[in-house]
């Protein structure tokens, strides 16, 4: 079975510092992979996915991905962090052929210091 | 698109009692999903319908849940019996049918089971 890793279960990071979360899946064939974000109280938002082996992918609100095959990886990075991404982060992983049975990370909570 | 739609938000119930939960997903969206999320996890799938057949659910969904999408429209997620372990926030998610057609969330319903 599928599972995904988040390691990181809280980082804290200053307005306009850089920001990577980090995310490794273990699957025996390339998946699809999803970062979603989780403000308090409310459902998901899709960032960004990832279905066609691109090393690079490029989300919405300024995020991207990179995916490194070989460390079975999908890391998000922002280069500039505002105070209204704080919130919680989930990586997920879709078996190959779908996207809707998604097993998902513990998330990473991003706390954003002003 | 107004986006998919859940109600309650929050739902108290003393064990024993019965709770009914309700989503609209996307017009356009012929799938639709529930997950099950605890506090300081990720989301777990629970089952999920294209159209008003239910095609796939998880073991957590055990006899006292049932999922109805009577007519391919919006769904119903009954817990009978609750007991304090069903305390989580339920989410619904809705997509196109396309494999690679990702997810898109409701804001969930919080139940709370004393």
């Known amino acids: 079975a599928q599972s995904v890793t988040q390691p990181d279960i809280h980082i804290t990071v200053s307005e306009g510092a850089s920001l990577e979360l980090r995310c490794n899946y273990s699957?025996?064939?390339?998946?699809?992979l999803f970062w979603y974000v989780q403000s308090p109280g409310q459902g998901l938002q899709l960032l960004l996915k990832?279905?066609?082996?691109?090393?690079l992918v490029q989300g919405i609100k300024g995020f991207e991905a990179e995916f490194k095959r070989s460390q079975s990886s999908f890391n998000l990075r922002k280069p500039s962090v505002h105070w209204s991404d704080a919130a919680e982060y989930f990586c997920?992983?879709?078996?190959?052929?779908?996207?809707?049975?998604?097993?998902f990370g513990t998330g990473t909570r991003l706390q954003v210091t002003l | 698109d107004t986006g998919v739609s859940q109600d309650p938000r929050h739902k108290i119930t003393k064990r024993g009692q019965n709770v009914t939960f309700r989503c609209d997903p996307i017009?356009?969206?012929?799938?639709l999903y529930w997950y099950r999320q605890t506090l300081g996890q990720g989301p777990e799938f629970l089952t999920y319908?294209?159209?008003?057949?239910?095609?796939?659910k998880s073991r957590l969904l055990s006899d006292r849940f049932s999922a109805e999408r009577p007519k391919g429209s919006f769904s119903t997620l009954e817990i009978q019996r609750t007991e304090q372990g069903d305390s989580a926030m339920y989410l619904c998610?809705?997509?196109?049918?396309?494999?690679?057609?990702?997810?898109?969330f409701g804001n969930g319903t919080r139940l709370t089971v004393t």
């Open positions: 319908f294209q159209n008003e057949a239910q095609l796939e």
């Open positions: 998610a809705s997509s196109f049918e396309l494999n690679n057609s990702p997810l898109h």
């Open positions: 699957y025996g064939a390339t998946p699809y």
């Open positions: 990832e279905f066609s082996g691109d090393t």
């Open positions: 017009s356009e969206h012929n799938r």
């Open positions: 997920a992983v879709g078996l190959t052929g779908t996207a809707s049975k998604l097993t």
